[in-house]
Nanobody, 118 residues
Framework: VQLQASGGGLVQAGGSLRLSCAAS????????MAWFRQAPGKEREFVAG????????HYADSEKGRFTISRDNAKNTMYLQMNSLKPEDTAVYYC????????????WGQGTQVTVSS
């Protein structure tokens, strides 16, 4: 599967952004999907994950209540709605896909930059 993340940009603290991850190739609904992010000088970290059907979601503690992950299997697209953004959310956001293990992702998109100004 090929993944293309988009939707990043510059936003003021307290603002919102919606990221998209478009998938092509093998049937999108066969993949467990997730968003990760990597800030400058820091390791990549998990943000949110979603099951194949979209019925189960999981968030990192710092994102609970502010971010919402979703997917539309008919459109081969995953989303991350980010609200109440903080400067510490500034990072490159990556989408990732896994065939079987939600702790191990084989496929990665190229990343989209999110910058939150204070």
């Amino acid at each position: 599967v090929q993944l293309q993340a988009s939707g990043g940009g510059l936003v003021q603290a307290g603002g919102s952004l919606r990221l998209s991850c478009a998938a092509s190739g093998r049937t999108f609904s066969t993949y467990i999907m997730a968003w990760f992010r990597q800030a400058p000088g820091k390791e990549r970290e998990f943000v949110a994950g979603i099951s194949r059907s979209g019925g189960v979601t999981h968030y990192a503690d710092s994102e609970k209540g502010r971010f919402t992950i979703s997917r539309d299997n008919a459109k081969n697209t995953m989303y991350l709605q980010m609200n109440s953004l903080k400067p510490e959310d500034t990072a490159v956001y990556y989408c990732a896909a896994s065939l079987a293990d939600p702790l191990r992702y084989e496929y990665w998109g190229q990343g989209t930059q999110v910058t939150v100004s204070s």
